[in-house]
């Protein structure tokens, strides 16, 4: 397994600003993904995050409204930038283990106003 | 293409009572992975279960069970005895194997909803 941690927990934003959400894992990892849930949804992939690499976005994200960096092995950040009511989600990091295997952060409940 | 399906969107029942939550796939690979998460209301998802493709053995731990056919495409998951503290969404996911290094993204049902009354 894994242990991840993610900052903020939650937070409440104004619409046009934004907000960066950090995810550290207690070992080193190669690959770190981002997942968004809207309200009472399943979970979406945001992006893949591999270090020293740009991040790998998946269809309808894009990197100007969520860049994410990677500096190291064990860390990871993404922005939601810009924010708007529509950005309101629990946003979770997981890593990949085992078997293919990913386990996730404890989230970031964001809500914008 | 890659898709789970949940149907059941709501289970309600009572402690101790056995449910089982149903989970059918789609997938055009050979080798894959199917897994169960649960997202307690404080949010965060938790790992249950993993099965590959190649093991259809059925298994037991503890309350939990799951049953893996790839002739109906199902894989479904029974908690024996429920508790309240099982009141959760779960997620069925499903990942093709990464080849050569690659990592294939999950691809999560829509969830079922399970609510344990004392």
């Known amino acids: 397994s894994a242990v991840i941690s993610q900052k903020p927990s939650r937070d409440i934003c104004q619409r046009g600003t934004s907000l960066t959400i950090q995810c550290q894992v207690d070992?080193?990892?190669?690959?770190m993904f981002w997942y968004r849930q809207q309200p009472g949804q399943s979970l979406t992939l945001i992006a893949t995050?591999?270090?020293?690499?740009?991040?790998?976005?998946e269809s309808g994200f894009v990197i100007d409204k969520f860049p994410i960096s990677r500096p190291n092995l064990t860390f990871s950040t993404l922005t939601v930038s810009n924010m708007s009511p529509e950005d309101s989600s629990i946003y979770l990091c997981?890593?990949?283990?085992?078997?293919?295997?990913?386990?996730f952060g404890p989230g970031t409940r964001l809500l914008v106003l | 293409a890659q898709k789970v399906t949940q149907v059941q969107t709501e289970i309600s029942v009572v402690e101790k009572e056995d449910v089982t939550l149903d989970c059918v796939y789609e997938?055009?690979?050979?080798?894959?992975?199917l897994f169960w998460y649960k997202q307690p209301p404080s949010g965060e998802l938790v790992f249950l279960i993993r099965?590959?493709?190649?093991?259809?053995q059925n298994e037991i731990s503890g309350r939990y069970s799951w049953n893996f056919q790839k002739s109906t495409s199902s894989f479904n998951f029974t908690i024996t005895a429920s508790q309240v503290v099982d009141s959760a969404v779960y997620f069925c996911?499903?990942?093709?194997?990464?080849?050569?290094?690659?990592?294939?993204?999950?691809?999560f049902g829509t969830g079922t909803l399970l609510a344990v009354q004392p």
């Open positions: 997938t055009r690979d050979t080798t894959y992975y």
């Open positions: 996911a499903l990942s093709e194997a990464g080849y050569g290094g690659a990592t294939n993204k999950l691809i």
């Open positions: 997981s890593v990949r283990r085992e078997e293919e295997t990913q386990y």
């Open positions: 995050a591999n270090q020293g690499s740009e991040a790998t976005y």
């Open positions: 070992s080193q990892v190669t690959m």
């Open positions: 099965r590959n493709s190649f093991d259809e």
